[in-house]
DNA sequence: TTTTTCTTGACTAATACAGTCGAGAAAATT
DNA sequence: AATTTTCTCGACTGTATTAGTCAAGAAAAA
């Protein structure tokens, strides 16, 4: 629920992946530089990723990490649902930060943190880790004319 | 933009006052017991919402707080967008959590983020405290049959 | 057999959040 | 006037979570 640079880190690194998964294994060193993450960070994160399905790696010389999936079929959804359940295997639905069900004030407010969570992830499920490489390629279109 | 532990307390006392508006003043110590808050951190809070204008306080014998406009004329939004403001001043309009503005993936992901922004805003702006309060008795009739 | 690159788990550091405390100032009560 | 109540203000501390590091090892290719 909350996005942390962690999970910041492992969008950004699957973006990468993305982007390159036509040409092969991509090292862990480039995806650090590519992204600006800490490399020695990012190989907690890449491990932990490699459990979700959505990335596999080889070791050795010409080894690194690829991107199982084609890009449009991964939503950011399923990326930041992974990292959250991961993270914090027990999660309390009714709430939208980092939380400690205390009253909420009976029931009072648990419509609306239903509805946000509704909302939030509506836009993160329809939202493709293609979606996200054409916005780039858009984006720089527009900057280079 | 993050709901913490104080922003969700804040929220409660606001929603205390309302449903408490029409007899007068309250005291800060039935407001922390009432909404189960540590007492000193709320009077931390409480001043903090004085500048807010939402709220006025008495001192003394009689003292206390009490919400100045009806409850149907606060939404969710009024107050969380003045507790976001005076605890982060400095706010990073295209980020969802605590954030450290970095390459952020060029602009790849902004359009999202915004996304979520706005669907966020959206549903705590909608939300009036006195829907909050309105929840409650809804689901208090509910509970008693 | 050497180099490269991922693998694993434990470890440390930084920071933001949560909460506390003491001394003081209005306002009413007696 | 003295006392009690309640808010006021700013500085202070503790703690949990997040962020990030490190070392030793295992596969894979050169």
Redesign the interface.
């Known amino acids: 629920m909350?996005?942390?640079?962690k999970?910041?880190y492992a969008?950004?690194a699957i973006?990468e992946l993305a982007k390159h998964r036509d040409r092969g294994l991509r090292k862990i060193s480039d995806i650090a530089q590519a992204?600006?993450i800490p490399e020695r960070f990012l190989e907690v994160i890449l491990s932990q990723l490699k459990r979700s399905g959505f990335v596999t790696s080889k070791r050795g010389y010409h080894g690194g990490y690829r991107l199982v999936p084609p890009p449009e079929r991964i939503s950011?959804g399923d990326i930041l649902r992974f990292m959250e359940q991961s993270d914090h295997p027990l999660h309390c639905i009714a709430?939208?930060?980092?939380c400690?069900c205390?009253?909420d004030?009976?029931?009072?407010?648990?419509?609306?943190w239903n509805?946000?969570e509704d909302?939030?992830y509506?836009?993160?499920d329809r939202?493709t880790i293609q979606?996200?490489?054409n916005?780039?390629t858009g984006?720089?279109a527009a900057v280079n004319g």
Chains 1, 2 share one sequence.
């Not at 709430?95 to 980092?98: F, G, K, N, T």
């Not at 004030?105 to 609306?112: D, K, L, Q, T, V």
């Open positions: 909350l996005v942390t640079q999970t910041q969008l950004r973006f992204q600006a950011v709430c939208i930060s980092r400690k205390p009253l004030g009976g029931c009072a407010f648990r419509p609306m509805q946000i909302a939030i509506h836009i993160y939202t979606d996200l490489v916005n780039e984006c720089a």
